[in-house]
């Protein structure tokens, strides 16, 4: 079974930075495009960025907008989020999928989910 594998998630300061990393399959990879997610406890998963198959197209949420960066590497079939300046609101499980059109930003668009991966910021 095709799945998606998030790593990377752990403890850190306000004003840190963390690197996620989420492994995809070869054919998932090659035609979806890629989108993280977050969702803190009592709350509903949303959307804080996604990347186009090419990697030429990004979209960020607002709230994310300037701090963390989205990307993939061909190369091992990877997709990444850069998280700087993290704030104890960015507190969630990351959750990494795998959607259609050309950039997604609604969850139930995403066919595919890894297993997420804790961040946790504190004050």
């Known amino acids: 079974q095709e799945q998606l594998v998030e790593s990377g998630g752990g403890l850190v300061q306000a004003g840190g930075s963390l690197r996620l990393s989420c492994a995809a399959s070869?054919?998932?990879?090659?035609?979806?495009?890629m989108a993280w997610f977050r969702q803190a406890p009592g709350k509903e998963r949303e959307f804080a960025a996604s990347?186009?198959?090419?990697?030429?197209?990004?979209s960020y949420a607002d709230s994310v907008k300037g701090r963390f960066t989205i990307s993939r590497n061909n190369a091992d079939n990877t997709v990444y989020l850069e998280m700087h300046s993290l704030k104890p609101e960015d507190t969630a499980v990351y959750y990494c999928?795998?959607?259609?059109?050309?950039?997604?930003?609604?969850?139930?668009?995403?066919?595919?989910w890894g297993q997420g991966t804790q961040v946790t910021v504190s004050s």
């Open positions: 990347i186009s198959v090419s990697g030429g197209v990004t």
């Open positions: 999928g795998a959607g259609r059109g050309l950039v997604f930003s609604t969850s139930r668009v995403s066919d595919y």
């Open positions: 070869r054919r998932i990879f090659s035609s979806y495009p």
